[in-house]
């Protein structure tokens, strides 16, 4: 469903959590021999909040921010039928803050945000000033490195210097077919299309390489490493899956894995 649609019971009852999220929340709280409803969470773009709400139907206390009030809106409903108060989703403000307060929060996570934050220091700082001691942190994003760019179902246009070549690069994709099926382009003219695509990727995209993107993290107080995203597929392979990840090869596992699929970044304080 889409984010302008009214999130409903019927829609949130179907929701399914990442398993590398549960898995890694669950790893936080028995490390620090915790319950449930002493951790709390922050989905820092949570959309409608459909995970906020999944995640406080298991115990935690999970909360949800993001930059669009739309999707935020359709969320809220829910939320307060379900007797919730309004601090559960939340918009940032204008300068990318949120309201709640220092050393808040024991684990943040995203999903495919940072890929479209243009100031990323700001989130950076911000995830620090209200993530506590011992706090941890998991956010998935596309690597820049990686061909295929994935909201446009486009390969090699995130590559291309932010002009008339990415324009016309994606007119040529458009062209032989390539390209979203979004609603809101759907009875438009070929030449609109290109307007809509190539304005996205201007606007809502901002890819950056791993390592500036550690940096960033590092320089905000928060101890930084990348992981396979879904390394639980290798298990049913025994010994080979433990090899894979001893301290010393799963870092040489990782680091190609970044120009090829998405990064899981852990973050710690």
């Known amino acids: 469903m889409s984010k302008h649609n009214i999130l409903t019971e ?21 490390k620090y021999q915790l319950k449930s409803d002493q951790v709390r969470i922050l989905d ?43 601090s559960v989703l939340n918009l940032l403000d204008a300068s990318g803050k949120t309201e709640f307060p220092d050393e808040y929060f024991s684990f943040t996570y995203s999903n495919y945000v940072f ?12 995830l ?18 990686f061909f295929f760019e994935g ?32 609603e809101n382009v759907k009875n438009k003219m070929m030449r609109e299309k290109v307007d809509v695509f190539y304005d996205y990727t201007i606007t809502k995209t901002h890819y950056r390489k791993y390592s500036e993107i550690k940096n960033i993290f590092e320089r905000a107080g928060f101890k930084v490493r ?13 010994k080979l899956y433990k090899l ?15 120009y090829f699929n998405s990064i899981g970044l852990t973050i710690d304080k």
Request: a neutral charge; glycine letters at 8%.
């Open 10 to 30: 019927e829609e949130l009852s179907t929701h399914v959590i990442s398993e590398s999220l549960i898995r890694r929340i669950s790893g936080y709280c028995e």
């Open 44 to 86: 820092w773009g949570c959309g409608r909040g459909k995970d906020v709400l999944c995640l406080r139907n298991i115990g935690y206390s999970a909360f949800g921010v993001d930059i669009d009030p739309e999707p935020i809106s359709k969320g809220s409903r829910l939320c307060k039928n379900k007797g919730y108060d309004s």
């Open 115 to 126: 890929e479209h934050v243009e100031d990323l220091e700001i989130v950076a700082e911000e």
């Open 128 to 145: 620090s000033r209200i993530s506590s001691k011992n706090s941890s942190g998991y956010h998935v994003f596309p690597s820049r490195e």
């Open 151 to 182: 909201h446009l179902f486009m390969p090699f246009v995130h590559w291309l210097p932010k002009n008339r070549v990415r324009r016309y690069l994606i007119l040529l994709f458009l062209f032989i077919g390539l390209g979203p099926d979004w």
């Open 226 to 238: 990348h992981e396979i995203k879904r390394p639980d597929k290798l298990q049913k392979y025994g």
């Open 244 to 258: 894979a990840t001893t301290s010393v090869l799963k870092q040489l596992v990782n680091d190609p894995l970044i």
